[in-house]
């Protein structure tokens, strides 16, 4: 049986690699929606290859060039977020890869689940700002949500064929970025370039920067508490610079079962394309001989990011997505030189104090902190910078 995949963010590193991963198998894929923000040439290039009935950019000029280099072609072309929408819940589809990155990956994501579609859920901020809207309405609608992050595609498999109940531990695994053993005062002028020179992972640069912040592990630790549903005590953060141990898990008994491979991201994508099935593939294969394989506890002083995300998850309420919203802020500024390295955890830590918590948000209220800690942020980066 064909499988109809949709995926929003098909121009990102991870909506690529997943392309590259059907393209393997046209026999057994079939491409319906794909989407971009603003990278014209790339979707154009992508529709040609994959023929979808819809593809979307975000951005609506983007869009109308998008419609002009198809004049021909049978693929629809919509625009803005009504597109994103209509990608999301686009009917046939049967998986739908959710690689948008951010906030913004949240609404389609909701969408998609009232329409019962399966999700492939790259977009780890959607769990983090709305983890138990997004969980709960999963659970009433019966759709599944196959992670795609390696760590947590690592943890959804070692937990396959455990019972319920038989969980007592996750430990994420973290390469520590570029700047693993560095000093905080060496961080403090770090660039824009060094941050994004991942040493083991080619990524999308939000993602790269919160990986040099360990902010992206933080994220990770209140993505796994939503998906896997442990309490934050039971999910713990180890460093392996190797990043060929993706994460484990602990048992009631002690038993630590873990999942290992090359750093690949085709290999949680194929995984969550065909679960529950494993489909042989021609991707590099790990060879374990020579590995010295290392693990280390994070230091929070020097990555106080990991700690605001436990702290953020702690409290609970609106103050994940404030966190999310605030981190994105910040890591934009920094990329575009507005403000420095050390000041992303500085501005996070602004924003969390100045927020006023709301316990049990609703959607709305989710919104509206995001809004809110997005404001906030631009405005104490103005003071930073200088630039209001
Ligand atoms: N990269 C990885 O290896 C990896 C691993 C695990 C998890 N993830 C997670 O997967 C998600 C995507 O990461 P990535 O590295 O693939 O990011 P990326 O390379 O930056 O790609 C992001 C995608 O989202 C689109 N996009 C950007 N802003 C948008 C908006 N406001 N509305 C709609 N679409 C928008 C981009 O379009 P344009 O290309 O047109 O800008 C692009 O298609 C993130 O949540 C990340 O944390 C990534």
Redesign the pocket.
Known sequence: MVKQISI??????????TLDVIKDFPEKFRVLAL?????VD??AQQVKSFQPELAV???PE?ARELSRLLVGQKTRVLAGEEG?LAAATYPGTDLLVT????F??LKPTLAAIDAGIDIAL????TLVAAGRIVMEKARARKVNIIP???EHSAIFQCLQGSGPGQLQKIILTASGGPFRNCSRDELAGVTPEQALQHPN????????I?SATMM?KG?EVLEAHWLFSLPLTAIEVLVHPQSIVHSLVEFKDGSLLAQLGPPD?RFPILYALTYPERWSNNFSKLDLVGRQLGFAAPDLEVFPCLAYAYEAGEKGGTLPAVVNAANEVAVAAFLKRRIGFLDIPGVIRQVMDGHRLQKDPDLDAIFSADSWAREEAQRIIGTISGIS
């Open positions: 929003l963010g098909s121009t990102g590193s991870v909506g690529r690699q989407t971009g923000n603003k990278n790339l979707l950019l975000t951005d983007a994103l690689a948008v990155v951010g913004a990956g790259a977009n780890k901020e795609v992050d390696s992972w080619s990524m999308g640069a939000k993602i790269t919160d992206n994220l991201m």
